[in-house]
Each structure stands twice: as C-alpha cells, then as structure tokens.
C-alpha cells in the first residue's frame, strides 16, 4: 500500500515548489529506491500537461567510475549533459540511498578532478536556476540508511520527512507561504545592512554584503526549504570558524572542520577526520577556497542533525557558510567545480551583529 504522504508531497513539488507548466521539458532524477515518488511525480507532470522523462540511476555505478576511469574519463563531459541543462524547463533531483558511506574510500583527487572539470556546466546550470530558465528542485525519499544516519528507525524518518516538508499540514502549500511571509520580513531587515559579524564557540567570523541581495528560500528549489542565504563579497571574509557537525559532501564525511580566511581565501584549514579530503577538495580550482554562500537555517520544526545537507542547513537556529560557487541569483561574483554547505550551531553562546548592532542570539533573530 503507498504512504498517501506520497501522493501529497508529488502534488506539492510539481505544483508548488517547480511550478510545471504546459510543454515543460521536464526531467526527474533519482536512484531506484526512490521509485514510489518517481512514479507519483510523473503522473503529476502528465497531468498538468508536462512532458516528463527520468533518468534513474544506480548505486554503485560512481563507486565504479572513481576507481576505474582514466584521468582523460574523469574530465569529459558529456554533451548530452550540456545540451540537456540548456533545453530542460524543470528538474527534480531525488536523494535516497541503501548505503551513504559507498565513496569513503574513493580517492579524493580523483573528485575533485572530475568535479573540477564540470566547473563550467555546473555554473551554468546554477545561472539558468538563478534566472528561473531552470526550475530545480531537490528533495529526500526516506530510506534505510539515511533513517540509520539519523539514529532513527524507518518509521521514525518518514515522520522527520514528511513533517519536515509540513506534508502533516491539512494544506502544505499554505504552511509555506506563511513561512515565505516571515522570511520577506527579516529580509526587509537584513537587505539594510551592510557588515556581519558571527561570535560562538572558536568562531569569529566578519564579512561584507554591499551589492549583494538576501534571498528567500521557503519551498522552490528545497523541499524541505527554511533559509535565508546571500552571497559575501568574495574578498571581505576575514577571521575563523568552528563547524559544529560534520561536513559531508559527494558521499564523504569530515569531522570538526576549522577554517582561517585571509582576505576572503582560505589560508588553513583543519580537521580531526577526513582532513585530507577536506584540502583536496579546496584544492578543485581558484574558487574553492572563497565563500559562495552565507545562510540563516529557520526551519524550527527540524531540529536533529541528520547528517543530510538537505535538512540539515535549514536546522532553525543554525548557519551554513558554503565554500566554492556562489548562487548568482544572490549577486555572488565566484566561480568553482564545487558549492560545500558546512553547517555551525548557534542556538546556545552565539551573536551575530549587522553595523554594530546584536541582531541574532542563541539561534534566534532579534529584529
């Protein structure tokens, strides 16, 4: 029998969050354990006149890749790759896996040469989303193993899910647009300034907006969705932080990363696990080293690190500062093959002062 939450969160994400048309060119990814959304979003699409297609993917198949390619396969890109992120009209990435430790022993120069050299495309693709030429939306399908990451039973993690997502609502979209609403107000307050200042545990961390715009993300590109993100101006980050979980990107986990910037670049960079990693992947190109993004979490009803960016950014009382491409639809000017959301906790012995002035304590705004 399928989870009528099923049902509700592919009426929610082909309605709401990508806002299909008629004719849309419109592609869903996804791994096979996602099949029973992949199935309940297509026959939303065909229903609202789109022209869906998947493309599904199997685990195991990156394993493969990373440890036999050439560097020569490493860097191809493929034009079907390019001409698809021209023509697409939407896209829906679902996430979902049997094992989310499979890459951990990948060679991590070989990621980075491989993301290094879809620098370009990825760009591109983050330009056509700023511009709304491409409306993606990302999104989770509970699983084994995320539910294991979680320290949940599977029963447990649909809950954290789909409540997550306000899929318990009687009318989710509404929900959404009530947080939209209580976003636009802080944004009114935040478009304002111009210095930011973020103070907790070994992190003190200045940086500048000028020229940059703050940006609402209350249910379009994530799902769930909770943040208010900018982009600083690349040069003026200056001081250190502490990230307060665990830094997971394409598959491998770091632990207790501390990073040192100097005019915007990274010039040090720490960790008790996966430290190596950490440092090749700043290593991916020029822009790697410099911030594309700086974030407010205001999810409240998601309050457990659950090792998967998705939720975890959005964690109400926290901040993520991303390392690598900025999101252009924020004025962001860097360019790199990778965008790394690390996640820090303020929501105990933490400020953060806009001019001057307190605005934000213990993981709460004050404006």
Same mark, same amino acid.
């Given at each position: ?56 993917? !199997? ?9 036999? /390619? ?66 993606? @939306? ?47 107000? !802080? ?12 103070? /907790? ?15 609402? @993300?209350?249910? %379009? ?9 900018? @982009? ?36 040090? /960079? ?37 090792? %998967? ?29 990778? %965008?790394?959301?690390?996640? @820090? ?23």
């Amino acid at each position: 029998m399928t989870d009528p939450r099923i049902e509700k969160m592919a009426k929610v994400l082909t309605r709401y969050s990508l806002e299909l048309k008629k004719g849309d060119l419109f592609r869903i990814d996804g791994g096979y354990l996602t099949e029973p959304l992949i199935k309940a979003v297509y026959k939303e699409a065909l229903l609202m006149g789109a022209n869906p297609y998947t493309n599904i993917s !199997f685990e195991g198949l990156l394993e493969i890749f990373y440890k036999n /390619a050439s560097d020569e396969q490493l860097k191809f890109v493929s034009e079907i790759d390019r001409i698809s992120y021209e023509k697409l009209n939407a896209n829906l990435t679902l996430w979902g896996d049997w094992n989310t430790k499979y890459l951990t022993n990948v060679e991590s120069k070989k990621v980075a040469v491989y993301l290094g050299a879809r620098k370009d495309l990825f760009n591109r693709r983050l330009e056509r989303i700023a511009k709304r030429e491409l409306r993606w @939306c990302g999104t989770l399908y509970p699983t084994q193993a995320n539910a294991q990451d979680a320290e949940l039973s599977l029963t447990e993690f649909e809950d954290f899910v789909f409540n997550g997502c306000l899929l318990d609502k009687s009318d989710p979209i509404k929900e959404w647009q009530k947080l939209s609403n209580q976003q636009a107000n !802080f944004i009114k307050e935040l478009s304002k300034r111009k210095q930011f200042r973020v103070k /907790a545990l070994d992190t003190d961390l200045t940086f500048k907006v000028d020229g940059r715009k703050w940006i609402n @993300c209350d249910g %379009h590109m994530n799902f769930p969705d909770g943040e208010i993100f900018t @982009c600083p101006v690349e040069e003026s980050v200056e001081g250190h932080i502490r990230y307060s979980f665990p830094a997971v990107y394409q598959g491998k986990e770091v632990e207790d990363v501390r990073l040192k910037f100097v005019n915007g670049k990274v010039t040090e /960079a720490k960790a008790t696990k996966g430290e190596e990693y950490l440092n090749s992947m700043l290593n991916t190109d020029q822009g790697a080293k410099y911030v594309g993004e700086f974030s407010f979490g205001n999810n409240y009803g998601i309050q457990k690190f659950i090792k %998967h960016i998705l939720f975890d950014e959005k964690i109400g009382g926290t901040i993520h500062i991303a390392l690598g491409a900025t999101l252009p639809e924020a004025g962001g000017k860097n360019k790199s093959g990778i %965008h790394w959301d690390m996640v @820090c906790d303020l929501r105990k012995g933490s400020e953060i002062y806009a001019d001057g002035a307190l605005i934000y304590q213990d993981g709460k705004f004050l404006i």
